[in-house]
C-alpha cells in the first residue's frame, strides 16, 4: 500500500507558475506509474499528466507545453511544474499511483490540493 500527500496548491493569478509536490510512503519500491489529475468545479476528474518507470511522460492536450511532470531521485515524491496558469486550470489536484503487477497493480489516491487561477 502506498500513501500520498499533495501540496503546494493556492491561489495564484493567470500567467503564474505553481509546482505541486506529491510525498509517497509506504510501498514505494512497487510504484510502477504516477500521475495527476485534475477535477474542475462541476466537472469530472481527469488525467492530465503522467510518468512511467521509465521516466515516459503523458500530458493531457490542455496542459502540454505548459506543464511538467517529474519524479525525485528518489522516486518517492512526485512533481507538477505548471507555468503559464489560465482560471481553466482551477480545480483540486489529485497525486495517484499504480502498483506493480507483482505488487497487486493496486490504485492509491492523494486527498487532493486545490489550484485557483484569477482572471
Known amino acids: 500500500q502506498v500513501h500520498l500527500v499533495e501540496s503546494g496548491g493556492g491561489l495564484v493569478q493567470a500567467g503564474s507558475s505553481l509546482r505541486l509536490s506529491c510525498a509517497a510512503s509506504?510501498?514505494?519500491?512497487?510504484?510502477?506509474?504516477m500521475g495527476w489529475s485534475r477535477q474542475a468545479p462541476g466537472k469530472e476528474r481527469k488525467l492530465i499528466a503522467a510518468i512511467a518507470s521509465d521516466n515516459t511522460t503523458y500530458y493531457e492536450r490542455t496542459v502540454q507545453g505548459r506543464f511538467s511532470i517529474s519524479r525525485g531521485n528518489a522516486k518517492n515524491t512526485l512533481y507538477l511544474q505548471m507555468n503559464s496558469l489560465k482560471p481553466d486550470d482551477t480545480g483540486v489536484y489529485y497525486c495517484?499511483?499504480?502498483?506493480?503487477?507483482?505488487?497487486?497493480?493496486?490504485?492509491?489516491w492523494g486527498q487532493g490540493t486545490q489550484v485557483t487561477v484569477s482572471a
Open positions: 509506504g510501498d514505494t519500491i512497487c510504484i510502477s506509474q
Open positions: 495517484h499511483s499504480e502498483l506493480t503487477p507483482a505488487c497487486g497493480q493496486s490504485q492509491s
